[in-house]
Every structure is written in C-alpha cells, then in structure tokens.
C-alpha cells in the first residue's frame, strides 16, 4: 500500500442528505472519521420526507422499527407517524449529533471520477460547475424513491388547471371545494384519498389497477406512554424488538416464501378488509385485484374504503385515453373535468445515483457497467468501481424491510472494508465481477419461490420481469453482511 495514503487521514464524501446519509455522518464519526462532506442539493436536510409533503402522508413501518436503533423517540404521536414528525426527527437527529457541520447545501454531485487512486468529485451549485475535491471513498446514500415517474398520456402538458406530482407537493395549491382528480393506487395515491376526500368539492380517483389493502391499527400515543418510554428506554427497545421479530417472521418470510402460512394470512386479511368495509357490490368489485396479496407492494391503510365511498369521491376503472386543458377524458368518451390534477405516479426506481456521471477504473462509466440494469454485489459494490458503497443500492431488501436497517447493516459491512485501508492491507477495493455475477445469478434463481413473480406488474420487476430485489430472509441479509469475504473483492495494494 502507498506509504503516504496510510500515513494520510482518510476523507469521505456522503452524497445525499436523507435517512441514509444522515446515518452514514453519525457512523464515520463513530468510527474515528471526521474528515468527510456531505452533499445536499437542496437546502435542508430530509430526504424524501422532504420532498414528499403530500397530504396524508406517512410511514407504514411503525415509528418504534422506522428510526434508528441508537436514538429511538419517545414522542411519536402514532404508531405509524405522519411525514412531517419523520422529518422532523431526522432533522433533529441531524443537530445532535453535529451532522450540519459536514454539509455543503444547495450543492449536487454532478460527476465523479475515479483517478490516481481517488475519487474527483465535481459539484455544481445553482448554475456553477466548482472546483473538484479529491475523497478516498464515497458513500452514495441518494435514495430509490427519489426520481418521480411521470405517466405517458396524451396531452397531459395542455392541462389549464393546476398539476402536480405527489413527490414534489406545492402547499400553495388551494383545494377547498375544488375538483380534484388522482392518477395512480399506489400508497402515495391511497394516503392522498384518504387525507383529501370529503374536505374537497369532488374527488375523482383514477385506478388502473386495484390494490391489496392491508388493514392497520394507529393509536396515538398518549402523554401517559409518552412518558414511559422517556422514563423506561428499554421499553421502546423491547417494542422495536418485538416489530423486528414480527416483520422478520411474518411479513418479510411471507414474501419470500419462507413463510406460506404467514402470506395466506395476509390474503385473509386484505379480503376481509374488502369484503367487510365497501359496502356497494360494484365498488367491491372494481376495489378487488386479481392478484395475490403481496404481489406489488402491500398498502396498509386505515382510511382508504372509508374515503372511497364518500358522497363526494368517485373511484374511475375506465382507461385515460387522454388529458385536455379541462380535465381528463377516458376511453369512453367521458370528460372528468378537473381544477387540480394530481400524478401519484411513483419514482424512477432504477436511477439510484444517476444522473450523475460516475467514472470508475479505466474509464468505465456507470452507465456502461448498468447498460442491461443496475446491479451491485450484494446492493453495495459495483465491480470497477473502488471505495464506493452504495447504500440500499440495487436488488437490496427495499420490498421486505425497513431501509433504515438495511442501510445501517450495508454502512457497517463497508466499514469493515474500510478498516482493510486503514490497518494498511490495501489502498482500495471493488466487488470482483465474478463474484458479482455469480451472487446476482444465485439471486435471479431465488426470486423464483418469491410472492413477487406470481402474476402481477410492479415497480419491484425490472425489465425482463424478475424481481430487482433481495429475495431471502432478513435473517439471510444480517448474517451475509456480517463480514465482507476478501475473496469476493479486487484488492489494491
């Protein structure tokens, strides 16, 4: 190993300032690291709690498993807390733990370039390309749900009324006794219904297809709990743990196949909440799927069948044959005319660091080594591509946990990388392709006893219809990522 890279304080750039880069500051300092910069293209902190500020949203892990393990809070209003108190918290976490003092704003990561054993980072800010800054590693935390998707319909630009995607919600928008219209069912479109219906004019909601609904308790918690767990600490542990053991054994079992019993309930469950709450057997009929639960991603929500069969809310199954400057017309020649149109679309799934250039060795651009799809060792190591971790990266666990722990586990596997540099054994390292390939093999043939594959279109399928996700337990995941294999990586001494 290069003498005075040992003998130099090792530097980091974190890019992306929400749950996983706000976690990633927290760790290097942990370990002994100050010498890194996080990079947030917007002014603040939050990530998608940030940018999706759409009424009615939510987290549906329960508060208690949807923080971090080493600051858990007592003040959760709910069990499953609204977005706003989530972002408030990891702002808050953020200030405690001195994270603001790493992070240049307004500043975004448009290249990275792998040279002379270190990673050129070129930022622009506003309009302005600034000077690059050279790091030994680089932690990429930029998010999957991050890219909005927008749906290709025709004239969807001539629309007069007010339009906007739930992931970049504009307060300004004024929606008292408007008609309102929602394009989309997955759970950004579901929380929507259910914040908005009967606080509108009309609400018209727009299904292609129809959604499992996972029914779900959601207490507040009282002042009398809240004081509890700020009392008794251990108390919150011991509920997490219990949701940990839950979620793992029920849940994320079930949807990979680990657990039949487990995803039979889920079905018996999600068609109870139907048949047992939509009262007009029509509506049952255009609310029931045709597939098996879990097959796209689960809704859970408390509200939805109630919100749907409001006086003032109409649920449309016909095809959008097209958008118009007064509404949107479907395929049997009705014009739904509108004020407001709302795109609850989803994300871009696929983008993770993109669009940013990403340069590896020899030249190699990201684009290149994903030219078919994204892919990465274990959702973390891209071959050719040194010191750079991905966090929940592609074919991770996005579908069957919570992404706090997952990219808490995939932080402290490249931790331990890391710590090969320091104590001198190599000055950088990279998935091997072969390795690579071979887990990514080893991956496609698992998702064949996955819920996912069995007869449904969802944002979880890449494009040749397999699952681009981690298709074993969670147990599998913890204990995988409990020490990286030197045989699996490309070592530079």
Same mark, same amino acid.
């Given at each position: 190993?290069?003498?005075?890279?040992?003998?130099?304080?090792?530097?980091?750039?974190?890019?992306?300032?929400?749950?996983?880069?706000?976690?990633?500051?927290?760790?290097?300092?942990?370990?002994?690291?100050?010498?890194?910069?996080?990079?947030?293209?917007?002014?603040?902190?939050?990530?998608?709690?940030?940018?999706?500020?759409?009424?009615?949203?939510?987290?549906? #892990?329960?508060?208690?498993?949807?923080?971090?393990?080493?600051?858990?809070?007592?003040?959760?209003?709910?069990?499953?807390?609204?977005?706003?108190?989530?972002?408030?918290?990891?702002?808050?976490?953020?200030?405690?733990?001195?994270?603001?003092?790493?992070?240049?704003?307004?500043?975004?990561?448009?290249?990275?370039?792998?040279?002379?054993?270190?990673?050129?980072?070129?930022?622009?800010?506003?309009?302005?390309?600034?000077?690059?800054?050279?790091?030994?590693?680089?932690?990429?935390?930029?998010?999957?749900?991050?890219?909005?998707?927008?749906?290709?319909?025709?004239?969807?630009?001539?629309?007069?009324?007010?339009?906007?995607?739930?992931?970049?919600?504009?307060?300004?928008?004024?929606?008292?006794?408007?008609?309102?219209?929602?394009?989309?069912?997955?759970?950004?479109?579901?929380?929507?219904?259910?914040?908005?219906?009967?606080?509108?004019?009309?609400?018209?909601?727009?299904?292609?297809?129809?959604?499992?609904?996972?029914?779900?308790?959601?207490?507040?918690?009282?002042?009398?709990?809240?004081?509890?767990?700020?009392?008794?600490?251990?108390?919150?542990?011991?509920?997490?743990?219990?949701?940990?053991?839950?979620?793992?054994?029920?849940?994320?079992?079930?949807?990979?196949?680990?657990?039949?019993?487990?995803?039979?309930?889920?079905?018996?469950?999600?068609?109870?909440?139907?048949?047992?709450?939509?009262?007009?057997?029509?509506?049952?009929?255009?609310?029931?799927?045709?597939?098996?639960?879990?097959?796209?991603?689960?809704?859970?929500?408390?509200?939805?069948?109630?919100?749907?069969?409001?006086?003032?809310?109409?649920?449309?199954?016909?095809?959008?044959?097209?958008?118009?400057?007064?509404?949107?017309?479907?395929?049997?020649?009705?014009?739904?005319?509108?004020?407001?149109?709302?795109?609850?679309?989803?994300?871009?799934?696929?983008?993770?660091?993109?669009?940013?250039?990403?340069?590896?060795?020899?030249?190699?651009?990201?684009?290149?080594?994903?030219?078919?799809?994204?892919?990465?060792?274990?959702? #973390?190591?891209?071959?050719?591509?040194?010191?750079?971790?991905?966090?929940?990266?592609?074919?991770?666990?996005?579908?069957?946990?919570?992404?706090?722990?997952?990219?808490?586990?995939?932080?402290?596997?490249?931790?331990?990388?890391?710590?090969?540099?320091?104590?001198?054994?190599?000055?950088?390292?990279?998935?091997?392709?072969?390795?690579?390939?071979?887990?990514?093999?080893?991956? #496609?043939?698992?998702?064949?006893?996955?819920?996912?594959?069995?007869?449904?279109?969802?944002?979880?399928?890449?494009?040749?219809?397999?699952?681009?996700?981690?298709?074993?337990?969670?147990?599998?995941?913890?204990?995988?990522?409990?020490?990286?294999?030197?045989?699996?990586?490309?070592?530079?001494?």
């Amino acid at each position: 190993m290069n003498s005075n890279k040992q003998n130099t304080a090792l530097n980091f750039a974190i890019i992306g300032g929400g749950m996983a880069g706000i976690l990633s500051a927290i760790k290097l300092k942990e370990a002994g690291f100050t010498n890194f910069t996080l990079f947030e293209k917007a002014e603040s902190l939050g990530g998608t709690w940030r940018e999706n500020a759409y009424p009615g949203i939510a987290c549906d #892990v329960p508060s208690h498993l949807y923080c971090y393990s080493f600051e858990q809070n007592p003040d959760w209003s709910y069990a499953c807390s609204p977005g706003k108190e989530i972002l408030s918290y990891f702002q808050n976490v953020a200030k405690k733990y001195g994270v603001l003092e790493h992070v240049k704003f307004g500043t975004e990561v448009s290249k990275l370039q792998f040279d002379n054993e270190q990673w050129q980072l070129e930022t622009r800010t506003g309009d302005k390309i600034e000077e690059k800054e050279s790091f030994d590693f680089v932690i990429s935390a930029s998010g999957v749900l991050h890219h909005p998707s927008y749906p290709d319909i025709a004239g969807l630009d001539t629309f007069k009324g007010q339009q906007v995607h739930s992931a970049r919600w504009d307060d300004t928008i004024d929606l008292k006794g408007k008609r309102v219209g929602i394009i989309g069912t997955g759970s950004s479109a579901i929380q929507i219904v259910g914040a908005l219906a009967g606080k509108v004019g009309h609400l018209v909601q727009f299904q292609r297809t129809a959604q499992w609904i996972m029914p779900r308790e959601n207490p507040a918690y009282t002042d009398a709990e809240k004081q509890h767990f700020r009392d008794n600490p251990q108390a919150m542990a011991a509920i997490r743990q219990e949701q940990v053991e839950m979620a793992e054994g029920g849940f994320s079992a079930a949807v990979v196949g680990d657990n039949p019993d487990a995803l039979k309930e889920i079905g018996r469950l999600t068609l109870e909440n139907l048949e047992g709450n939509v009262k007009d057997p029509v509506l049952r009929e255009k609310l029931r799927p045709s597939y098996t639960a879990a097959c796209k991603r689960l809704i859970i929500s408390d509200n939805y069948y109630k919100a749907i069969q409001h006086r003032d809310t109409e649920l449309v199954t016909t095809s959008i044959e097209a958008v118009e400057p007064a509404g949107v017309r479907t395929t049997d020649g009705e014009l739904h005319e509108l004020d407001v149109l709302i795109l609850a679309t989803g994300f871009k799934v696929d983008q993770f660091m993109r669009p940013m250039e990403v340069v590896g060795r020899n030249g190699v651009t990201l684009e290149q080594a994903w030219s078919e799809r994204p892919s990465a060792y274990l959702s #973390v190591s891209v071959p050719q591509f040194p010191n750079l971790a991905l966090l929940n990266g592609p074919n991770g666990p996005v579908g069957n946990f919570s992404l706090i722990d997952v990219a808490d586990i995939q932080l402290d596997y490249f931790m331990k990388m890391v710590e090969w540099v320091r104590e001198g054994d190599c000055s950088a390292f990279s998935a091997k392709s072969q390795a690579a390939e071979s887990n990514e093999a080893e991956r #496609v043939e698992a998702t064949k006893k996955t819920v996912w594959v069995s007869g449904c279109d969802s944002w979880y399928l890449d494009d040749r219809g397999i699952p681009a996700v981690w298709p074993w337990s969670m147990a599998r995941f913890r204990s995988v990522m409990e020490k990286p294999n030197k045989a699996d990586f490309e070592l530079v001494v």
